[in-house]
């Protein structure tokens, strides 16, 4: 029984990562590759910089997020005597 709870949280983690992700590539991207500098030599690196951000903002939500809050809450429950440390510690060494 214990599997399957940890499954569900899980599986909401990746829910909402997932979710996260379409809207940024929804919303963000293309606000960021809608720039009228991008002809300009002189703002090559703030090119670089908005191209960059463009395309690693999708991803972001599937490393950092809710998915690192999930993982941590099963692992909290999976080993409830260092649940809180768990808590703490995991997505802030994944951020």
Known sequence: MALVGYLEILGAGA??????????????IPALLIVEQWPDPYLLRLNHSLLAAALLAPVAPLVV???TDAAAGVLAQAFPAQGDEIREALPATVD
């Open 65 to 67: 997020g809710p998915v």
């Open 15 to 28: 829910a909402d990562a997932l979710a996260e992700s379409a809207d940024t590539w929804n919303d963000d």
